[in-house]
């Protein structure tokens, strides 16, 4: 199936949100030079968020729709919507665009292929499983859940039905991060019985204060499901959970 262009700007001025969208630490100084533009009153102030927020919208459309952005071309766009002008560009030429875009785009992999690919995650998650298996200091569950613990825990173990709060980081078997609770500065409250199964499981194995490091099996995880865009469908997940407290 082709995929659509959709490129939506939507402006919606929230200073909570754009409060909440702040990283809890310091950014690293950038080598980019920062605007020098002078604000002074909260109209100019609230109009450069407004543009900010929408900056790093249209980025995360790029991103995923993988186009080139012309920053010229866009910034005369967006000019010409915010004075209220007609677009240059004919109904005619903007099905045009759109229609060559979307030839120009990697097609999805067939049924067969995408088989094909979830086997081969699924075999190397297999493969990594089968020798972490045999290091001393992984233990291995029923299920074909392997764990490691990192540090014992002196506090309440929770139940499936408990409500934990925990630190963690996720991994695939490369190495690559693909979420983690530290990074955000800020760890994470759910229901035990409302996350992926070998979370549900393990973290009935510690107590608070402990810290684990889990070995997923697909099946125990997302099986032939996605997840984000660094998860792949068959994926063997490795977390290091740290469990603070249980409710």
Not at 55 to 61: L, P, R, T, Y
Not at 101 to 124: C, L, T, Y
Not at 172 to 193: H, K, M, Q, W
Not at 221 to 237: D, K, M, V
Request: charged letters at 25%; a positive charge; one cysteine or more.
């Amino acid at each position: 199936m082709k995929r659509t262009l959709f490129i939506c700007a939507i402006i919606v001025v929230s200073v909570g949100m754009l409060i909440a969208q702040q990283p809890s630490k310091p950014a690293a100084k950038s080598s980019t030079k920062k605007t020098t533009v002078k604000m002074k009153t909260v109209q100019e102030k609230m109009s450069y968020l407004s543009g900010f927020d929408l900056g790093q919208k249209v980025i995360a459309n790029v991103k995923t729709n993988n186009f080139p952005l012309t920053t010229a071309s866009f910034i005369n766009g967006l000019r010409d919507a915010l004075e209220e002008k007609a677009n240059i560009l004919s109904p005619e030429e903007i099905q045009q665009v759109v229609t060559e875009f979307q030839k120009s785009q990697p097609q999805p992999a067939n049924d067969k292929q995408q088989q094909e690919a979830i086997a081969k995650v699924k075999k190397e998650g297999e493969d990594f499983l089968v020798v972490n298996k045999l290091k001393d200091s992984v233990k291995t569950t029923a299920s074909g859940l392997q764990y490691k613990i990192l540090r014992e825990g002196t506090g309440k173990a929770p139940a499936e039905t408990s409500t934990v709060t925990v630190h963690y980081r996720g991994r695939l078997i490369n190495g690559v991060v693909f979420d983690e609770s530290y990074g955000r500065g800020e760890p994470t409250t759910f229901a035990l019985n409302q996350v992926i199964r070998g979370w549900t499981e393990g973290l009935q194995l510690m107590t608070e204060g402990a810290k684990f490091e889990f070995y997923i099996p697909n099946q125990l995880a997302y099986g032939e499901r996605s997840a984000g865009q660094l998860i792949a469908p068959g994926s063997t997940l490795i977390f290091e959970v740290e469990l603070l407290s249980v409710k």
